[in-house]
Structure formats: C-alpha cells, structure tokens
C-alpha cells in the first residue's frame, strides 16, 4: 500500500504542475495566469480517487473528467482549480456549491473556507455524496437534496456561489442570495453547445455583471421538483 501511497503523490504532484501549465497557457481566456497556493494546497488536500469508482481510480489523477454514474461526470481538475480561485475565498467565507454530484469540488471547497452548502438534485447521488464526506471526515459541508433553480435561502446571502452544472442564464435565485461583494462562477450555455465559464460579483444595486471567456462543456443543469 505504501507503494500505491508514493505512486499517488507522485501523480498528483504531476497533475498540479500540469495544471498551472494550462492556467500560464489559458490566462488570455480567463485572466488568471496563476492560481493562488491555497487553491494548489486544497487540491493536495484532496484524494480525487476516494472519489471515483474503483475501476476509474487508475485515472483519478489525470487531468480528464471521470464518470460518477446517473450520466453525470466529476469535473476535470484544471476546470476545478480554476473556479474555486475564481471565487477567491476568504477562511471566513460561506459557499453555496449548485450540483453536488460526488462530492469533489464540495471537498475542495471546504479546504478554502468556513462552510459549505451543496445542493444536489439526483437523490442518490446526494446521498451518497453526503456518506463519501461524511467518511473521509469533511465537517465543514453541509449536503442537502433539491432544486439549484431555487437555491438555499434559509441559509443566504453567501460570500460566494459556484454552479457545476450549466443552465441557459443566470437562475435569478442565486443572483438574489449572493451577498454584495460575492462572487458567482457558472457556466451558461445551451445543452451540447457552446457554454462559457463566467464569473460575476454582485454589486452594491443588487446587479450582477458576468463576464467570461472560456469554452467549457458542462452537463445540463436540470428543473428540479421546484424548478
Ligand atoms: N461538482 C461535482 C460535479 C457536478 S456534475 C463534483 O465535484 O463531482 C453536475 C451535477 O449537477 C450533477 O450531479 C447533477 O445531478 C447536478 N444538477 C443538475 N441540475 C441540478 C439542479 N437543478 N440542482 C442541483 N443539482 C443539479
């Protein structure tokens, strides 16, 4: 096992040198050239493969998206790294994560900052989400199954939001529980076409300006029983 362990931390030392080479190679896209250390140092905190399904652990540390069941998939780590630097999350912060799926970015995320909260509309994966952090020992996230549509406003305003599946514009119920001052990361784009990567910052008069400019290719964000 001690083999496997050395194996592991060689390869993921492999994948975030590979991923500050895409960040130095994409910066004309998305403006960051660099990722801060503390995003690098909570994806080392991370195992990715406690996350995937056994056969797919071979390939946990490349950087490539991963099947998680339910025909949803585990972003690729780049795309991970990149959005949780552009949320520029502060220790005291509150996150609102859209799309659970196996739990990863919501691990990654609670490395970065005070609390969590995810939502997730597939019931099964939200629950098994729920048990993966549970067992590895992630106090600070809080899973719960519903509507991304609708967001979490029991819990609102959040110092950030980030949505890892993609609808065709901006769900005015996350713009609404974003503190002023926070900040949105979302891709938006038709099913199967081209979506973006924007972030946005929500204003003093309640607005939010998204800008981006990467393609990137995100499962569908799907109308929940609320939506
Ligand atoms: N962040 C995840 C990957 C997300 S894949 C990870 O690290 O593993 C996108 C997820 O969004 C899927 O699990 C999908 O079921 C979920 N999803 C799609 N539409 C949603 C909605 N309206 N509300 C909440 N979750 C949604």
């Not at 490349?62 to 959005?83: C, E, H, W």
């Not at 659970?100 to 969590?116: F, N, P």
């Not at 998204?210 to 499962?219: I, Q, T, W």
């Amino acid at each position: 096992m001690q083999n496997d362990d050395a194996e592991m931390a060689l390869a993921q030392e492999r994948l975030l040198a590979e991923i500050a080479a895409d960040a130095a190679s994409t910066a004309f896209l998305t403006g960051r050239p660099r990722f801060s250390q503390r995003v690098y140092a909570a994806m080392r905190a991370v195992p990715r493969h406690a996350f995937v399904d056994d056969w797919e652990r071979p390939l946990a540390y490349l950087n490539r998206p991963l099947g998680i069941g339910f025909g949803q998939t585990i972003s690729q780590p780049y795309i991970v790294a990149l959005m949780s630097d552009l949320l520029d999350l502060q220790p005291a912060h509150r996150v609102l994560e859209i799309g659970t799926g196996c739990g990863y970015q919501a691990a990654v995320l609670s490395a970065l900052c005070a609390r969590v909260y995810s939502l997730e509309v597939v019931p099964a994966l939200a629950s098994s989400a729920a048990a993966r952090l549970r067992a590895l020992g992630y106090a600070n996230i809080i899973v719960r199954c519903g509507d991304g549509f609708l967001g979490w406003p029991e819990e609102a305003p959040f110092d950030a939001v980030i949505v890892t599946a993609a609808p065709t514009a901006l769900p005015p119920a996350l713009a609404a529980q974003l503190a002023v001052g926070g900040r949105i990361v979302i891709p938006i784009g038709p099913p199967g076409g081209t979506q973006v990567l924007y972030r946005g910052e929500k204003r003093a008069d309640g607005s939010v300006h998204l800008e981006g400019n990467l393609p990137v290719a995100f499962v569908p964000m799907v109308a929940g029983a609320g939506g």
